[in-house]
């Protein structure tokens, strides 16, 4: 952990040995960041947050209120996740079983959201600018773009960049309104252009 405190840390969060924090990110009351973790600048850990051992975040991911990454999450650049959401990281978990080694990993891409009381089960990756609603349980991979929503979570749209939903034109084409920038919808996929 650097000493030059480019970065702040509330008197009552615990940030142990190995851990890199990047310039500017700030972490507050009551959270605990384990060993070996790298976290990127720019980034906001609200009130009671656990980052597992070796989590990877990128630069400006917001975490809300209490929410645990576990190991094998990486969260690239930009990722929002609400209060209180929920990521997994053993498939089949025993409390009499150790199956620690055997975690499965989860990516989430640049510019995802995942809403509050959402449930990530692992294993699955959330798609660049992808938009997981309030208490979605994701049981499998998100595309890019994609919104989706409800138990088990269901993709009911695409979103921009700026998470406005799109509508496509006959030709595929869509504008966010706030923006101004346009995508693609061609095949199933989504693109900016």
């Known amino acids: 952990m650097p000493d ?3 970065y702040y840390v509330h008197p009552s969060a615990i940030v142990d040995e190995g851990c890199e924090i990047g310039a500017g990110t700030k972490i507050w009351h009551f959270s605990h960041i384990m060993p070996n973790c790298k976290i990127g600048e720019g980034c906001n850990i609200g009130q009671n947050v656990v980052v597992s051992p070796e989590v990877v975040l990128g630069k400006n991911v917001k975490i809300q209120n209490n929410v645990s990454i576990y190991t ?17 990281n053993v498939i089949n978990p025993r409390s009499a079983v150790n199956r620690r080694g055997q975690y499965s990993k989860t990516t989430v891409k640049k510019g995802a959201s995942i809403g509050a009381n959402a449930t990530i089960v692992c294993g699955h990756d959330i798609g660049q600018y992808a938009f997981i609603g309030a208490g979605a349980v994701v049981t ?7 919104l989706v929503v409800g138990n088990p979570a269901k993709q009911t749209g695409w979103m921009s960049e700026y998470g406005h939903k799109l509508v496509f034109d006959k030709a595929g084409i869509a504008e ?8 693609q919808l061609k095949e199933g996929k989504v693109s900016k252009l």
């Not at 094998?72 to 997994?88: A, N």
Request: overall charge negative; some cysteine; charged content about 30%.
């Open 4 to 6: 030059d405190k480019s």
């Open 72 to 88: 094998g999450v990486i969260c690239e650049d930009d990722v929002f996740l609400g209060p209180s959401m929920v990521f997994t």
């Open 140 to 146: 499998k991979h998100v595309p890019d773009y994609a």
């Open 176 to 183: 966010c309104p706030e923006s101004h920038d346009k995508y």
